[in-house]
């Protein structure tokens, strides 16, 4: 059974008719078009469908749509404000942290809900905070540095 | 004269029961409904490279590249980006043959109505094979496109020069025409007789030079897509009943519960049955419900017994290599060295499961595919299909990951085949179980060694046996006077290899080789009383391979010292792809719990040009992190046909708290051709931490992945 069910989507307040017992990921994707969030195990262990709900990473492949009412969901693509890529975003792309790419979103979710709970992390506790996120490629090294170099970078901005 | 033989690791009651199926009988079973892709032994030995095709690519420069009239550079490639970069290497290629900015040119990747056509991505080959054909193409445009400059700006040809894009006049710079200009949007018609020369190492601009990955942009932002993204109006997710083991036929498949789902819809095409929803959480409901029968065949080997079976199938063995006479070097020998090492079987295991999204209109079909291999993709639809390939487009959007895993690709026929049964645009993504188990694995490998050191620490001979896993990396590369290489595989009655389905992962068939090879030059090295790499300079003649091993040496800030020293130093070495590779690594071995901490590893390498220093780099790390995976944890579990390990829960690839400090040294090789890049490095990775292991505790592994227990185990035989 469909219902209506009101949450706050990439900055945006949403009123959508779905189904609440519908996977997370799969609405995210399907229905919302945010198809930036991937599917990779289907059982939350490799994180590659991680989102932010209220500030903190999650797994969309473990949550139903329903769990959403009432919060603030951020994917990949509400990350970046006015067309500027967020310091997460941008400090990937400087260090070259990806190949394949297809990790990545759910790197970069998992790195800034990360950042919000410890904004001066040691390069242990981003490996730490990292650690349940996998990448197949082995982009790992670059990883760490640049949640390393997006943390200093968050921190001038403040 | 002692010889020492290390004890093999298997279980030691070997499931006898059933007995193992010869192979005729086997094959007996896999007619009509097979719903796998069955690699018989006679495939292992290809394994190492997908068959190479014989088309060569079109001489009309036109195919390569097309100039828009606001002066974008179109570059065309039957190449497809999955991770490894030549979506950049390419692009820096095409723009400095072609005198115009990096920024101007737009790659269009693995459409197989749009590219030229391409035997697949593997084997290091865009920027070695398909590179060199690129440059030749843009050369000849460059030429072409001064002759039409000189002719309108009416200014002799020698006066003319280009850059970015723009010809001008040497003498008068207000006498300037760019190609979109000339080009005008259009084919260009006029091509040369006499092929210009392609750019000289010193005339380059772009290619050598570090650029950061032109696609980052897309992926930060979730912009990139991939096959899984694509969305077509009125698509339905599949799902197809799957066997429960290898080689099983569909008997029967009873889908009265899953149609109870409002919405399912069944599709039925003999061996094929699958269900189709617009919600993938509905199929994924439904497909659960569905009661099959197959008739399954039953194989007794498992992941524990494997290394008896590879001896009691691999009996056939081939000398592929031959040099003086091994019994002669017995004699030479002041030292005997006699080893056996194995390794697991391996998954690639993508984060992006294979996936296709198929669509017909008309007469056509379209599948997006997350593929290496487009062309022969687009192949293997038609002629299942029954259709003629003009008919059949196939377009590989980018890729997450391949590693020679998606070399093959039967999700796209399945889509295919499914959209045209049901005539709806489909979505069929594998889930992480069907990925494991329809993956085309790294068989496990068997390699034994047996060799002699005289009395100068000089290698007397070398006798190398490769069992099953493919011979590439198993060249001697040491100076050897008495030496042999013996390739082993399934003799005429022996029983069937590998209950699944194998195939090429990363360099394969040389992690396996390299591996047994550098851990047997560690053994020698500590038997003779030698620092390793002094035992490895001393028995090269190979001047780039030495090269590599200085030049790694340094990086790593590599003093001498007679293993086992304590330090947890390892080095391996080796070729691929035309290219000489180095690696030295540090590891910390906890004695407790038999954990391994990979500290630090440096890496050398010889790969001739290399177009993209931070590309390489990239991949580079690569090899180095993802290594680590095979060499201490990745060992698939099976029983028999059934696949055990379904996800990562069981398989465990490497993670953050792996990572260790990673350095590399490119050798400036600039005036030679590009070799590849994507693979070598991995295959040092067994070796060099066996050895560096090995370094730290005076514990010898001989079985890859080297678990805690495997440790341990290895720790108290010291």
């Known amino acids: ?32 078009g945010l198809t930036g969030t991937k599917f990779g195990c289907g059982m939350g262990f490799c994180g590659s469908c991680t989102v932010l709900i209220d500030n903190e990473p999650v797994r969309s492949c473990q949550l139903s749509a329903g769990d959403i009412a009432g919060k603030k969901v951020v994917t990949i693509e509400g990350l970046a404000t006015d067309g500027k890529l967020h310091p997460v975003q941008k400090a990937f792309v400087e260090h070259d942290a990806l190949q394949c790419g ?57 | 004269m002692k010889i020492k033989s290390n004890t093999r690791i298997v279980e030691p009651s070997s499931p006898k029961k059933q007995g193992l199926i010869p192979r005729r009988d086997f094959l007996k079973y896999l007619g009509g409904g097979v719903l796998i892709i069955f690699t018989p032994l006679e495939a292992c030995k290809n394994m190492a490279e997908p068959v ?71 084997g290091s080959l865009s920027v070695r094979e398909f590179g060199p054909k690129m440059r030749e193409a843009a050369a000849e445009a460059r030429a072409v496109l001064i002759r039409m400059a000189s002719e309108q700006l009416k200014v002799p040809l020698a006066r003319l020069t280009v850059s970015n894009g723009i010809v001008t006049d040497k003498l008068d710079n207000s006498k300037a025409i760019g190609y979109a200009q000339l080009a005008k949007g259009k084919k260009i018609e006029k091509h040369l007789n006499e092929k210009p020369k392609v750019k000289e190492p010193s005339e380059f601009k772009i290619i050598g030079k570090p650029y950061n990955r032109t696609d980052s942009a897309l992926k930060v932002t979730g912009e990139a897509k991939y096959a899984g993204d694509i969305k077509i109006p009125g698509m339905m997710f599949a799902r197809i009943v799957r066997s429960p083991s ?63 079976h590879y001896l009691k199938s691999a009996t056939k063995g081939n000398i592929i290599n031959s040099k003086g006479d091994i019994a002669a070097g017995l004699k030479l020998s002041d030292k005997i060295i006699d080893s056996e090492f194995y390794d697991g079987y391996v998954a690639h295991s993508p984060m992006e499961p294979h996936t296709a999204a198929a669509m017909i209109d008309g007469d056509i079909i379209t599948v997006w595919v997350s593929a290496q291999t487009p062309f022969l993709t687009r192949d293997a639809i038609a002629e299942k299909l029954n259709m003629p390939a003009e008919k059949v487009r196939v377009i590989v959007p980018f890729v997450g990951g391949g590693f020679g895993g998606k070399a093959d690709n039967p999700q796209a026929v399945e889509a295919a085949r499914i959209t045209k049964l049901s005539g709806k645009p489909v979505m069929l993504a594998y889930t992480r179980e069907e990925e494991f188990f329809y993956d085309t694995l ?62 090429p992962w990363r360099a394969p068939g040389n992690s396996n080789n390299t591996h047994a090879r550098e851990m047997q030059i560690c053994l020698m090295a500590a038997k003779a009383g030698m620092d390793p790499m002094e035992f490895r300079i001393r028995n090269l003649k190979d001047e780039k391979m030495i090269a590599v091993l200085e030049a790694v040496a340094d990086k790593f800030g590599y003093s001498p010292g007679k293993g086992p020293s304590g330090r947890g ?28 901490q990979v500290v630090r590893v440096s890496c050398a390498q010889d790969m001739g040009m290399c177009v993209n220093p931070q590309g390489t780099l990239l991949q580079i790390e690569g090899c180095i992190t993802m290594g680590m995976g095979y060499a201490l944890t990745e060992e698939l579990q099976f029983e028999g046909t059934k696949m055990i390990t379904q996800n990562f829960d ?69």
């Not at chain 2, 490998?445 to 190398?464: A, E, M, P, T």
């Not at chain 2, 590849?676 to 070796?687: F, L, S």
Request: charged letters at 25%; proline letters at 5%.
């Open chain 1, 1 to 32: 059974m469909k219902e209506t069910i009101t949450f706050q989507l990439n900055g945006k307040k949403t009123e959508a008719l779905i189904d609440p017992t519908e996977t997370l990921l799969w609405a995210l994707r399907n229905q919302f």
């Open chain 1, 102 to 158: 297809y990790c990545t979103p759910g790197m970069i979710m998992n790195a800034t809900g990360l950042l919000l709970k410890n904004p001066s992390p040691t390069t242990e506790q981003i490996k730490e905070g990292m650690e349940d996120n996998l990448c197949r490629c082995g982009a790992h090294v670059r990883i760490i540095e640049a949640v390393y170099t997006a943390a200093k970078e968050m921190k001038g901005g403040k």
């Open chain 2, 52 to 122: 190479r095709a014989t088309r060569s690519l079109p001489k009309d420069f036109n195919a390569f590249l097309h100039i828009s009239e606001d002066g974008i550079v179109t570059c065309f490639t039957g190449k497809i980006e999955m991770g490894q970069g030549t979506i950049t290497a390419l692009a820096q290629m095409m723009a400095d043959e072609l005198d115009v900015s990096i920024e101007n040119v737009k790659m269009v990747m693995g459409d197989t109505a749009l590219c030229p056509w391409d035997e697949g991505t593997w």
């Open chain 2, 246 to 308: 290898y080689g099983a036929s569909l008997i029967s498949a009873d889908t009265t519960e899953a149609e109870k789902i409002p919405g399912i819809q069944v599709v039925r095409d003999n061996d094929l049955v699958a269900l189709l929803h617009l919600s993938r959480d509905k199929v994924d409901e439904a497909i659960v419900k569905v009661k099959a029968e197959f008739s399954q065949i039953e194989m007794s080997v498992t992941d524990k017994t494997v290394i008896d």
């Open chain 2, 442 to 503: 790294r068989p496990a490998g068997l390699n034994r060694v047996k060799s002699g050191i005289d009395k100068d620490g000089k290698i007397s001979f070398w006798d190398f046996s490769v069992y099953c896993a493919g011979d590439r990396g198993s060249d001697t590369i040491y100076d050897v006077p008495h030496q042999k290489t013996t390739v082993f595989d399934q003799g005429e009655n022996d029983p069937q290899v590998h209950p699944f389905a194998i195939g």
């Open chain 2, 569 to 596: 130093y390892g080095i391996a070495c080796g070729t691929d792809v035309d290219t000489w590779v180095a690696l030295m690594a540090e590891v910390k071995v906890d004695k407790n719990t038999g954990h391994i």
């Open chain 2, 650 to 718: 069981t398989y465990e690839i490497p993670r953050f708290s792996w990572v260790p400090e990673i350095n590399a040294v490119i050798l400036d090789r600039m005036d030679q051709p590009p070799h590849g890049g994507g693979e070598p490095a991995i295959i040092c990775m067994g070796g060099v931490i066996a050895s560096a292991v090995f370094d730290a505790t005076g514990a010898t592994l001989y079985h890859m992945p080297i678990t805690p227990a495997r440790m341990l185990e290895a720790l108290k035989k010291v």
